[in-house]
Nanobody, 125 residues
Framework: QVQLLESGGGLVQAGGSLRLSCAAS????????MAWFRQAPGKERDFVAG????????DYADSVKGRTTISRDNSKNTVYLQMNSLKTEDTAVYYC??????????????????WGQGTQVTVST
């Protein structure tokens, strides 16, 4: 199983930017699709963005499309989430996730077997 550790969260004003990082263990990192999800208080965990093992294919939730970029550096076993033009509704705990099976990824929570501990993102007015 892949071990994941997120970093980069914090407090930012609306309109600002943050870059989240997720460091993964394991020698087969490039074979796993990766994703970011987020969970606001009292709400379900929602898909934010996903990326294939090679990094050539990405997918975004409509709520963040155009403001957010997911990328990965397989040489560093790290996936990133660059968030721009942040809104107060982006406030949530952000989780990194690794695909349940090799090359598997998608928008569903069930597509992922390994999760990080989460990093808090708070956007203020």
């Amino acid at each position: 199983q892949v071990q994941l550790l997120e970093s980069g969260g914090g407090l930012v004003q609306a309109g600002g930017s943050l870059r989240l990082s997720c460091a993964a263990s394991g020698r087969t990192f490039s074979m796993y699709g990766m994703a970011w999800f987020r969970q606001a208080p009292g709400k379900e965990r929602d898909f934010v963005a996903g990326i294939s093992g090679s990094g050539r294919t990405t997918d975004y939730a409509d709520s963040v499309k155009g403001r957010t970029t997911i990328s990965r550096d397989n040489s560093k076993n790290t996936v990133y989430l660059q968030m721009n033009s942040l809104k107060t509704e982006d406030t949530a705990v952000y989780y990194c996730a690794a695909g349940r099976d090799l090359y598997r990824w998608g928008r569903r929570i069930d597509d992922y077997a390994s999760w990080g501990q989460g990093t808090q993102v708070t956007v203020s007015t």
